[in-house]
Each structure stands twice: as structure tokens, then as C-alpha cells.
């Protein structure tokens, strides 16, 4: 006998789903405390001010305000948001 055996789950296993990665808070756009700026693989974009990142380098905003991205030490991109004046 000259042909393979069936041999479906190694053969399979290729249809994982996109992971969503991106910029999901465009600069001069609003945002609340909390909300997701970047999702990321790696420092692309590094946390500025009022700016965390999550041990997935997710960059995610402290403060309401307007995202703003910049260039920064070594030419790196950074994200910051500046806060909402208080009216």
C-alpha cells in the first residue's frame, strides 16, 4: 500500500483567529481613563505621559483627555494623553 495514512489533526490547526492588533485610539482623538490606545507585539509604541502599558505591551490611558503621539528619546514613538482642562 502506497499512500499515507490519514493523519488530520497534525495536517490541521491553521485557522486561529486575527489577533486584533493596532491602533484602536487615533492621535487628536478623546479618550477615557482606561480605554485601550495601542494593542501591540513588543514596545512599537512606548507609554508617555498619563499612558500605561500591560505585560502584553498594551498601552492604555490613566486619565480622560486627547491621545497625542510624538516622537521621543532615540526617535521611539510615544503616546501620552493630555488631560481635559477642568471646566
Known sequence: MAHKKGVGS???GRESAAQRLGIKIFGGQQ??????????RGTKHNPGNNVAIGKDDTLYALVDGTVN?????YNKSVVSVI???EA
Open 31 to 40: 479618550c477615557v481613563a482606561g480605554n485601550i490606545i495601542v494593542r501591540q
Open 83 to 85: 488631560p481635559n482642562a
Open 69 to 73: 503621539f510624538h516622537k521621543g528619546k
Open 10 to 12: 497534525s495536517k490541521n
